[in-house]
């Protein structure tokens, strides 16, 4: 019989004849009592009209005139006691009126705390303490995130960088959005020379572009911090190409410029090899070919014995033996001179690498625009 049903009945019915029976039976009531309110306060409300509500119900349940609790203890156990018992139940009733006011129900209103849990906001019966929903089991794991990871653009990005900061270059960047000067005059591109047209430019206006290869950089830095001048600038550039398995009109590249005395075109050579063998493997060889720039004189490409086929012709290598890795050449003087060096005193070499390209050669993958649809089925894979 739980102390609610007991209330229902008188203390003879209960069969409770001494004092000490009473006093136990007020006491599991006031243990009832407070209970009750301790189970609303960690409930709580989830707004401040259910909070009235709720703790106006709480307080009419027990000291309501008509039917609450205490008017039913009064009517059930009190007044039927008998004459040997009414001083003891009358002692504790008084007891149990100071211990409800005690309580403060009326007080609840602001004490409530109003929280949103919905799982702990169905209504349950207060006094139902044993039928309430087991609480959550902290020692339950918890819910695992995914772990991102470096997209492989970037990864590649940061061992080029690597190599060459190991070499005492520092990293250079510069804008995106580039004036037709930077981009194109001062690197030695006359606006009526037909070398124009070797990059599909993406145009702002008619003197702002955006950048079609990091080159303009070139001449920024060597504004800024003059000679001598080891950088690589890597950056995003811009071409107005079609998007198809080997192009993007957004695209990324690493330049190396490098300005001293008396560079020669053997501490080209030598270090692109150095740079090609710490990124491939001490087996391959670097080849060689003329080419042309308007910026640099005289002009090559890079290309690197296939690193899979040794040379044998594979599928990377399409079937050629070697594959290309990048534009070079000597620092054309009069680029040396746009960006206020003197090229009697200071000469230098640059190239320019694509590294979307690198990484595709280096994971073999076929189509550049995984790079950029953010799949997480390609990118998990890096
Ligand atoms: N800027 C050239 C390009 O985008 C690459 C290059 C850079 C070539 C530096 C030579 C020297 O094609």
New binding site residues.
Partial sequence: MTIYDKIGKTLQQLGISDAQGVESLFAELRKAAEQERAELVSRGAPNQPQRERLCKALRDRWLARKGGFLSQVDENWLKPSSRDLKPAVGRQFNELRRFAAGLEFEKLVEALPLQQEPSQQEELPLGSVAARPAPRDLTLPGLRRPLGSIHPVTRMQREIEDIFLRLGFWIESGPEIESTYYNFDALNIPETHPSRDD?DTLYIDSKTVLR????PVQIRAMEKYGAPLYIIIPGK?YRHDNPDSTHSPMFH?I?GLAIDKDITFADLKGTLDFFAKMLFGEKVRTRFQPSF?P??EP?GEVAVSCFVCDGQGCRVCKESGWIEL????MVHPQVLRNGGIDPDKYCGW???LGVDRFAMVKHDIHDIQLFFQGDVRFLEQF
């Fill in positions: 990059w079609t290869h990091t080159s550039c590249q330049e720039f910026f640099t002009s990048m534009g070079c050449g640059a190239f320019g």
